[in-house]
């Protein structure tokens, strides 16, 4: 049987495709391109209204590409609605989150199956052999109850991978790859016997052959315990993404956000002492039903003052179960205008940040060549363009020469090669 994994959503929920490939490929063709199949599974998502509409979406397209094809949904829009998708054509299976790594025992079953969300980690789904870049989740679920987001309800309460697993897993994964990203719902709240222990995750990890990258945290874990022990690590990549949400404490309150501006500002400022040259990006949300043009004013300066690497900003989306749900709506012509505004300091933000690094050797991990144009991340999350046509998980040491595309093009100083479980360069 020949079937297509589609994925829609978050580094989590694209650590689960990846389980599930490695699960079904044993007895199955599996594919991950939008093509003729006999089976589609799909994972969807849920955060924004949005969304949720593609993941209906995509069910069109699937049919387009076969109109006698069977396809399961699972994931964070049907744990929210699994009706929205039993009446559509060739659905032969409804799943919500749990029990994904049990995914192979729904093929050829009819109806819904929504289980109770697990309360204890589920290690059933397991990544041995991926790309250039890995995907190790270390937790699933959240506490935090933020007053727009739906994701607690729809992923439960927050519970931890065992360390024993995650590194059981990651030092499969560094045999193939050279990048491993830990990803989770809600990384911030990783735990060793119900006490937060990321540090004691990245010590564990430091000799691991390959670069170690955090995925979205809360800024409360940025500690200096934490730092320090990343600060030693040979592998690590100094790339902080830390969701902000709102440059205005009203409006962080009302988010039910448990920090303030003072609270976010002095957590980077400990950050730049450790690593002088990282990527610090983040999260905000534009026009959150509370937000006025004052609220938002402050949070345009605040974003100024922090000279954030990068900005994903994105408008805010009514969830049902969320404290906000019935809140007015704010005007769509003034989101879009601040989004405007938000675009422009996001531009110039980043232009500065890829010009400061002009000059400043970088490990770059090939993704792709085209054109005798070969492209890749660096540690701190640039886009890096080098001449030549160099094989996809090669490692290059390069110097930046001048902002180029998104990124910055740059010369080759070295090729990587793994000795002695760390990159060294020849």
């Known amino acids: 049987m020949k079937i297509c ?23 199955h063709l599996v594919t991950e391109n939008l093509e003729f199949a006999d089976l589609y599974i799909v994972n969807t998502c849920a955060v924004t209204r949005e969304a949720e509409k593609k993941s209906r979406q995509i069910i069109s397209k699937i049919n387009k590409v076969n109109s006698d094809a069977k396809i399961i949904i699972c994931g964070c829009a049907s744990e929210n609605d699994p009706e929205q998708f039993l009446d ?22 009819n109806g819904c199956y929504l289980d109770d969300l697990p309360t204890k980690y589920e290690d059933d789904l397991l990544v041995t052999n991926v790309r250039t870049r890995g995907y190790v989740k270390i937790q699933d679920g959240c506490n935090s109850f933020c007053s727009y987001c739906i994701i607690p309800f729809l992923r439960g309460r927050s519970r931890s991978r065992s360390l024993k ?3 059981m897993e990651a030092k499969r994964l560094s045999k193939t790859c050279k990048e491993i990203v830990l990803t989770g719902i809600n990384v911030s709240d990783f735990r060793i016997d119900n006490k937060k222990a990321l ?24 500690t200096d315990e934490l730092l320090e022990v990343a600060a030693n690590m040979p592998n690590f990549c100094p790339h902080f993404h830390l969701s902000l949400q709102s440059g205005c404490d ?16 002095g957590k980077v400022e400990k950050i730049k002492k450790y690593f002088k040259n990282a990527c610090i990006s983040t999260d905000v949300i534009v026009g959150f039903p509370t937000e006025n043009d004052d609220d938002f004013e402050k949070t345009l300066s605040f974003v100024k003052k922090m000279k954030f690497s990068d900005i994903h900003y994105f408008a805010f989306s009514s969830r049902p179960y969320t404290r906000v749900e019935n809140l007015s709506q704010l005007n769509g012509g003034v989101i879009r205008a ?14 500065e940040f890829r010009s400061k690094n002009i000059g400043v050797p970088l490990e770059v991990l090939i993704e ?15 886009r890096c363009y080098v001449g030549g046509n160099y094989k996809e998980n090669t490692m290059l040491r390069v110097m930046p020469t001048e902002v180029y595309k998104d990124g910055l093009k740059c010369e080759v100083l070295s090729v990587m090669t793994k000795r002695k479980k760390q990159l060294t360069s020849e």
């Open 5 to 27: 994994l589609l994925n829609l959503g978050c580094k989590v929920n694209q650590y689960e495709i990846d389980g599930m490939f490695e699960k079904l490929s044993k007895h």
């Open 165 to 167: 697993s995650i590194l």
């Open 368 to 382: 792709k060549s085209t054109d005798d144009i070969s492209e890749g991340l660096s540690q701190n999350y640039i």
């Open 250 to 265: 009203k409006v962080l309150r009302e988010m039910n956000r448990k920090y303030t501006t003072a609270d976010f500002f």
């Open 338 to 351: 601040r989004e405007r505004e938000l675009e422009k300091i996001k531009r110039e933000c980043n232009l």
């Open 88 to 109: 559509k054509k060739n659905v032969t299976v409804v799943l919500g989150n749990a029990h994904k790594g049990k995914i192979e025992d729904y093929i050829g079953l």
């Open 199 to 222: 540090p004691e995750l990245l010590r564990a990890l430091r000799d691991l052959p390959c670069r170690i990258r955090l995925s979205s945290m809360e800024v409360s874990v940025i």
